[in-house]
């Protein structure tokens, strides 16, 4: 099946190439009549004037976002973007993959309060740097930490006016804590969308700071519109994500809960980290009747994790499906082998060769060896692997997530297990402070 600049090789979930372990074109057929409520979804987000995931790429206003962007770039040489999860995931996903490796403003992005690592922002030129803050809720604890532990730096080196100046905070909550501390502070805050973090990357949160990198931002937005055309078409085995997301979930139903997604190319590792947020907050639920739902989501590092994790895949139990994301430009990229000491036999096979044709090979023989042990593995191409093509990509793991959930039963937009770690923290802060009494 080939879409645009990305081809999709699902035939290593099937019968006709995995045997007995494989599911069928037909088990798929079967499951179209439960996503007809999903269609008619899907048609109403498209045509709603309240802006969801799937009509980010047509409401997106790409005029602002450019037009911020170039201040940005032009008035500042580095930009610190605090965020966590979604606020960071999908602007730095898109920035270190399409990203320039040398553009005139560096973004740098801290999603963690590791304060070994967050200490290096004290050494931070403020004259030259801007501070971008990004949080849905506006009190999400870690951001707030982090923007309140430089403020005072920044004003000392700045005063208030240059706060005002060196600070973007995007945000939704009016109510929120961050958009109070803007208002005190006089900072200008840019809206965030009405849209969950984890499905907020086509939008000013990814946009910006993916801009500010050098990505073309206009083509990640047409990738996305196009595969999401391409997610409304009827038929179940024309449609990528349906087609996808079905064969992933018969596969889950036959205990393959733990997908294993394995790029082959070192900056897509970032698409996995986003991913990961995105399949596993989506899907990790409790359905109507009780069940604990979800497929958990693991990173193996092609060709790295050959060598730690593909004994495992190979002969471990059998309860992994397997995404390759390849580029298949990259065989033609990379210094030759020299034929030199050619006559020592593991070097023969190596002689002449690139690494870039090692590195296809590699992919090629990982992922045969699965398939005739009979593991479910499918081949996400780049053929491209720009801007438009990582748009593409987004729309189409974004819908797939979406299907996935349906069949499952959960709702893919919601998170409510997640506030009792939040609030427990909030409780062992207290138990500190009453401590030093």
Wanted: glycine share 8%.
């Amino acid at each position: 099946m080939t879409i645009s600049r990305l081809s999709l090789d699902s035939g290593g979930f099937f019968q006709d190439v995995l045997g007995e372990d494989g599911i069928s074109r037909e088990d798929i057929e079967t499951l179209s009549p439960r996503l007809d409520k999903l269609r008619r979804q899907i048609t109403q987000w498209r045509d709603s004037s309240e802006v969801n995931f799937f009509n980010l790429p047509n409401k997106t206003d790409l005029g602002i976002v450019e037009k911020i962007g170039r201040d940005c770039a032009r008035n500042f040489k580095q930009t610190l973007v605090f965020g966590i999860g979604g606020s960071s995931l999908g602007g730095e996903m898109l920035s270190r993959t399409l990203g320039h490796r040398n553009p005139r403003n560096q973004v740098r992005f801290y999603d963690n309060v590791d304060p070994n690592t967050f200490d290096e922002v004290n050494d931070t030129d403020w004259s030259q740097t801007l501070c971008m803050v990004i949080s849905k809720s506006g009190n999400t604890a870690e951001t707030l930490s982090q923007f309140l532990t430089v403020l005072p730096r920044m004003e000392r080196y700045l005063g208030e006016e240059g706060v005002r100046k060196h600070t973007i905070i995007i945000t939704e909550d009016t109510e929120g804590a961050l958009h109070k501390i803007a208002e005190q502070l006089g900072i200008e805050v840019v809206p965030h969308p009405s849209v969950g973090g984890r499905f907020s990357v086509l939008s000013v949160v990814g946009l910006l700071p993916a801009y500010i990198s050098g990505v073309d931002i206009s083509g990640v937005l047409e990738g996305a519109r196009a595969m999401a055309r391409r997610c409304e078409l009827e038929d179940i085995l024309d449609n990528p994500a349906f087609f996808n997301g079905a064969a992933q979930y018969l596969h889950s139903e036959k205990g393959r809960n733990i997908s294993v997604f394995m790029p082959y190319a070192d900056n897509l590792r970032l698409v996995v980290n986003w991913y990961r947020q995105l399949w596993a907050e989506s899907l990790g639920k409790i359905d109507a009747e009780g069940r604990h739902r979800g497929m958990s989501p693991v990173e193996n590092h092609g060709v790295t994790d050959q060598h730690s994790q593909l004994q495992l895949m190979l002969q471990g139990p059998d309860d992994k499906q397997v995404t390759f994301l390849a580029d298949p430009g990259v065989r033609h990229k990379g210094r030759r082998i020299p034929t030199r000491f050619q006559d020592l036999p593991a070097v023969a096979p190596l002689s002449g060769h690139t690494i870039g044709e090692l590195f296809i090979s590699e992919l090629k023989g990982t992922r045969e060896t699965l398939t005739r042990r009979g593991r479910p593995n499918r081949t996400i191409t780049l053929h491209d692997r720009d801007a438009y093509a990582i748009g593409e990509l987004i729309m189409l793991l974004e819908m797939e997530t979406v299907v996935v959930a349906e069949l499952m039963g959960v709702n893919a937009f919601d998170q409510p297990a997640v506030e009792e770690s939040k609030v427990l923290t909030r409780k062992y802060l207290a138990d500190l402070r009453m401590a030093e009494f």
